[in-house]
């Protein structure tokens, strides 16, 4: 079974979420899938990653993107390729309606809301507010390559090994 997802997934795109890696060439996809149980007849989460070529760093970290196979393994983990940022993290789209999405209301519904009930001036302003990435390497660190503590051998560390 595990072998029949692994060859479909060589053939059709697959869409995951970006996530921090501290491998210098390649991107970090989550794909999630649901596995079936075949003594239970349940399906379970599982999530799979694949390494992706991305020569124009297209994807940051929260990222919705497309990967497909490359016709051969670039490297022994670089399998995919990213075709494409579906929906930048932070910037949600419906993909029925194709409406703004804020949690778990449309934007435009939100807006109707103020207009009726008087809008504050605290209240945040989603035509106004610039793209993401205008923070970056101030606030925004998503570019940045993420740090991974190996070895600590200082006996005043609590955090030594």
Known sequence: MANKIKDVAKKFLLLGQCVPTVKQNATKIRVKRLELDENLLMYFKK???YYCYDPNKMCKTGDI???KALPHKMTKLITHAVEEVVYPFGDVTDPV???KVAKERYREDIDRQSELYGKLDSGFDYKKAPSRGWQEGKKDFTSKPTYTRFHVFDEKDPYSI
Do not use: A
Request: no cysteine; hydrophobic share 45%; glycine share 12%.
């Open 47 to 49: 999530d799979e990653f």
């Open 65 to 67: 993107v497309l990967i």
């Open 97 to 99: 309606t194709g409406k």
